[in-house]
């Protein structure tokens, strides 16, 4: 993208920003600094957990979160395929089986029948996620895994502030792993972090995540070996003054996803965003639209393509993950989640940050809209 186009995603970063960064490059400690567990104290009271663990990624998240809970090689993981974020990679590099439940068709979040319809023996865990913002149904997949036994993880790296009957994202797994890698809304650059409730699983997050500086001389503590996955003081420090201002860039994409609801009632069969009867608030990852019936994936991708002609980052949402290739591989194919195949078939990323103008938006939804017509499907298009 040219520097006049318009992306996709822009972080939200002020002078509050630019003037923290500033301070701790100053600061004779850029690794295993104070800021880190400022953040990670920070955190686990906005969410309202009693424990959170900062991590370079959500992905090493996830994985840190599969070993603190003994899950890896002989055991199955239940994940959704549909979402943007790779988390089911973090469940086969643990070397634990992921296998692949369908989504609901309006929310995009897994379908509680169709995760039980997969849990078998093997199954050790649930990996539910809030995708795009909107938050999974956390009373019957807990309610699900109560009744087999099984753990529950909460993959919110494309959630943050959403509600769900009183409480923020991140409150409902026995752990929840964030990212803060971009286009979410509270961006450090790269890093995650895991929340619970469980002291001594925190404990465990902490020693497999990397060795204190009091421990590097210490011949016990490679009985068991740490991933070397914290964060630094700088993403830290950059994601605790974002932390602070989360409200404030909440509130902004709240006004630029009101813009966009605006302009597209011009195309037909507009429908409201879909929020589900149990959902108290949802701060959308992205701004999704989903094509009508008549669409198909290759005119999807011909929008996509004319929209980056007039310098519009779009995109797919999502490529169904048990449709690439390294599930192919392993046996996964075409018709397993066909939920999921159909919505990810026909959904369109536009452009969602605090940067936009109406102005941007009004071009940016016209632009589609000329583009569906361009490609033979009418204005056939819905949220």
């Known amino acids: 993208m ?46 309202g957990r009693k424990h959170a663990v900062a ?16 899950i890896g090689p002989g055991h199955e993981v239940i994940v959704s395929p ?39 023996a093997q199954t050790k865990a649930i990996v539910a996620g809030n995708t795009n913002g909107h938050p999974a149904s956390w009373n019957a997949l807990r309610a699900l895994a109560e009744r087999h036994a099984v753990l529950l993880i909460e993959d919110s790296t494309e959630a943050i502030g959403s509600r769900y009957q009183g409480k923020r994202v991140g409150g409902f797994g026995d752990c929840a792993i964030f990212d803060f890698s971009q286009p ?46 914290a964060m630094s003081d700088i993403s830290a420090t950059l994601a605790l003054a974002q932390l602070r201002r989360i409200d404030a860039i909440l509130a902004q994409r709240k006004q630029i996803e009101l813009y966009y609801f605006d302009y597209v009632k011009s195309f037909e069969g507009i429908k409201d965003p879909y929020i589900a009867p149990e959902v108290d608030e949802v701060h959308w990852f992205l701004y999704l639209v989903h094509l009508g019936t008549r669409f198909t994936r290759s005119s999807r991708d011909a929008i996509i393509d004319d929209l980056h002609v007039e310098l519009v980052e779009a995109a797919a949402y999502c490529q169904p993950q048990h449709l690439q290739r390294f599930y192919l591989d392993r046996g996964h194919r075409k018709g397993e989640c066909p939920v999921t195949e159909k919505v ?9 940050h605090g940067h936009l103008t109406e102005e941007q938006i009004g071009f940016i939804v016209q632009t589609a809209k000329d583009a569906s017509v361009n490609v033979g499907a009418g204005s056939a298009i819905y949220l």
Request: aromatic share 8%; net charge negative; glycine share 6%.
């Open 2 to 47: 040219t520097e006049n186009a318009i992306p996709l995603s822009d972080p939200d970063i002020t002078m509050a920003e630019i003037d923290a960064v500033t301070a701790v490059l100053k600061a004779p400690r850029l690794s295993n600094g104070p800021a880190v567990a400022e953040f990670e104290t920070e955190f686990a009271a906005y969410v």
């Open 55 to 70: 991590v370079s990624s959500g992905t090493l998240g996830m994985m840190l979160c599969l070993r603190a809970y003994d």
């Open 82 to 120: 549909y979402s943007w974020h790779q988390i089911a990679q973090a469940v086969a590099l643990s070397g634990a089986a992921p296998v692949f439940a369908d989504i609901d068709y309006w929310s995009g979040t897994l379908s509680p029948d169709k995760v039980e319809a997969k849990i078998s």
């Open 184 to 229: 979410g809304a509270l961006v450090c650059g790269e890093g995650g972090i895991v929340v619970t409730d469980d002291a001594q699983i925190a404990s465990t997050l902490r020693y497999h995540r990397a060795r204190r500086l009091d421990e590097r001389f210490s011949v016990s503590i490679t009985t068991r070996l740490p991933y070397q996955a």
């Open 344 to 352: 990810a078939d026909r959904i369109l990323a536009l452009p969602f």
